[in-house]
């Protein structure tokens, strides 16, 4: 009798605990059901997706002329927008592939400025047809080529009158005159001016990717290396004549001549890395180096010390060759320098105001 009235509590307390638990389910669900209503509600109506638009591509007519000629070439259609001359000139090539890319040159008229690879087709597009000039600029080098050209030869062609060969001078003159030291400092000094101009092509300068005719750099080689000659010729003769005023002139200006080398190689240095903001487009400004403080004077300081290199050679040897090259690099630099001056004071007004282009408060 104990034990049934046991076994039937026992039952109802499973019987009450089910029916709690089903309740809490019950409960929970209604709970998660209107919370998720809720979500849903606040959510607000659902917004249909927006139609993708296709935006329409341009296309341009490109009649391509011959410069010389004014004969139509061929024309190239369905040119999109966002084409570069650099694009045409391929289009060009395998249309008529006798105008390689790297040896045609892009007017918009007849006579103009040559276009730039980067330069886009919309940009200079006034209508759906455009009518561009070609030429042939024969055989291109690239700028590497020609620096390094241009500064090799100085430096071999010195050396080879520096040692005075049976076919430059007479022998017997050489092997009886003595050389003065000035001859050998002056071989010293020239030496390191253009190797340093080498090494810096390899390893300082951003050379531009671009090219130019043989026939510049036939011009420029001819330039450098024909007065290379003639200077070297006149201090490694064996009657050469040293300078009136002794060592202490030439002391003075291989000290003078080697401090502007210095000077302009670290402005160098400093015109082919960025600034400490990675920003190129702003001018240079001076830093701990002293020989950069010439930017506080002139907006070239480069062409200051060249400059500076060169008048001291020149009264360090007292050679009539020397001044007169000396002359006439520096009024190429002050036209380089003047044309660089203009840009700065279009972009940096406010910073170059008071500054001369490459000799202090003078040009």
Not at 17 to 30: E, K, P, V
Not at 88 to 108: A, D
Not at 224 to 237: C, E, K, Q, V
Request: glycine letters at 4%.
């Amino acid at each position: 009798m104990f034990r049934r009235q046991k076994s039937l509590a026992s039952e109802r307390k499973k019987e009450l605990f089910s029916q709690g638990a089903t309740r809490f389910i019950l409960r929970n669900d209604m709970r998660n059901f209107h919370f998720l209503s809720r979500l849903v509600l606040s959510a607000g109506p659902l917004k249909p997706t927006p139609a993708v638009k296709h935006s329409k591509k341009i296309y341009f007519e490109i009649e391509i002329l011959d410069a010389q000629t004014k004969k139509q070439i061929c024309i190239l259609d369905k040119v999109t927008q966002s084409s570069t001359i650099h694009d045409v000139k391929q289009k060009l090539h395998k249309t008529c592939p006798k105008w390689y890319p790297s040896r045609v040159g892009v007017q918009l008229e007849c006579g103009g400025p040559f276009l730039k690879d980067h330069i886009t087709i919309q940009s200079i597009a006034a209508s759906s047809i455009v009518t561009l000039y070609v030429t042939d600029l024969g055989q291109q080098v690239s700028w590497t080529t020609v620096f390094l050209a241009e500064y090799t030869g100085p430096l071999l062609i010195y050396l080879l009158f520096y040692l005075r060969i049976s076919c430059i001078y007479d022998g017997k003159e050489s092997a009886r005159r003595l050389r003065h030291p000035v001859v050998h400092l002056a071989c010293f000094c020239h030496c390191i001016h253009y190797i340093r101009y080498l090494l810096e092509t390899l390893f300082v300068h951003k050379v531009s990717a671009g090219q130019t005719t043989l026939k510049n750099l036939i011009m420029i080689c001819a330039f450098y290396w024909g007065f290379t000659s003639w200077i070297a010729y006149y201090i490694n003769h064996p009657l050469y004549t040293p300078p009136s005023f002794g060592n202490r002139q030439i002391t003075v200006s291989a000290i003078n001549f080697l401090m502007c080398e210095a000077g302009n190689h670290f402005i160098n240095v400093m015109l082919s890395h960025p600034n400490h903001t990675g920003n190129n487009a702003c001018f240079p400004s001076p830093n701990y180096n002293p020989f950069t403080w010439m930017f506080f004077l002139v907006s070239c300081p480069n062409y200051t010390y060249e400059i500076g290199s060169w008048i001291s050679f020149t009264v360090m040897t007292q050679t009539l060759p020397v001044g007169i090259f000396t002359l006439l690099m520096s009024i190429q630099m002050s036209l380089w320098a003047q044309k660089k001056h203009k840009i700065y004071l279009r972009k940096f007004n406010s910073y170059i105001h008071r500054k001369s282009a490459m000799i202090p408060f003078i040009l």
